[in-house]
């Protein structure tokens, strides 16, 4: 899976936009970008994933280059509740039988400060 | 999305006795479920892959001894400190997926709670 790279913390205001850069220069044709976040002792939530186009769901927007060698993850209108670290992790997208099928490697991230 | 339950949250056991922590998937069938280990301040990192029927396969410098792990049925895997020591203490916690009912969606994983084990 490609590397990438992370600033190790942000901070953002509550209430407006958290923008949640990535680096991925080496990402190959058939790598997707993934975001998870980690609230403070807890597990792991998936957020978004894509491949090359820009992506959207109820938690975020997912924004990935023309060139895909970088990609931001916005959060549109941040809560308190969002501090956490957000992982970026770059893979081959699964299939069934694979010898990496689910397997996550984590870096390490950027800690999201909120802040009122 | 698909729910992974842990448990216990949290355990403390003392030294050279052995824990069993439980992960479950409570609405989907998981054939794969992954532990990871997690030191303060730090990321993630796997131990080993939990095969439904089969052995786990164990990442490099992961004990297989020490961690012992079962997958004794499609919704439930767990791992077994054996012997703890105070440098086992850490957040374990457990991932699964749901395999690829949902045509395209089912490319993520879900995961437990954690564990808190504390060894003194």
């Known amino acids: 899976d490609a590397k990438t790279t992370q600033p190790p913390s942000m901070d953002c205001a509550e209430g407006r936009a958290a923008n949640l850069p990535c680096n991925h220069s080496?990402?190959?044709?058939?790598?997707?970008v993934y975001w998870y976040r980690q609230i403070h002792s807890q597990g792991p939530q998936y957020i978004i994933h894509?491949?090359?186009n820009n992506e959207t769901n109820e938690m975020a927007s997912l924004i990935i280059t023309e060139d895909r060698k970088s990609s931001t993850l916005i959060l549109p209108h941040a809560t308190l509740r969002d501090t956490a670290v957000y992982y970026c992790i770059v893979r081959v997208k699964d299939f069934a039988g694979g010898t990496s099928y689910g397997k996550l490697t984590f870096g390490q991230g950027t800690i999201l400060t909120v802040h009122p | 999305g698909a729910v992974v339950s842990q448990h216990p949250s949290r355990v403390i056991c003392k030294s050279g006795t052995s824990v069993k922590i439980e992960c479950r998937s409570l609405d989907f069938q998981a054939t794969t479920m992954f532990w990871y280990r997690q030191f303060p301040k730090k990321s993630l990192m796997l131990m080993a892959t939990s095969n439904e029927g089969s052995k786990a396969t164990y990442e490099q410098g992961v004990e297989k001894d020490k961690f012992l792990i079962n997958h004794a049925s499609l919704t439930l895997s767990t791992l077994t400190v054996t012997s703890a020591h105070p440098e086992d203490s850490s957040f374990y916690i457990c991932?699964?997926?749901?395999?690829?009912?949902?045509?395209?969606?089912?490319?993520?994983?879900?995961f437990g709670q954690g564990t808190r084990l504390t060894v003194v």
């Open positions: 080496t990402i190959s044709g058939n790598e997707y």
């Open positions: 991932s699964a997926r749901e395999g690829l009912r949902r045509t395209g969606a089912g490319t993520e994983a879900f």
């Open positions: 894509g491949l090359k």
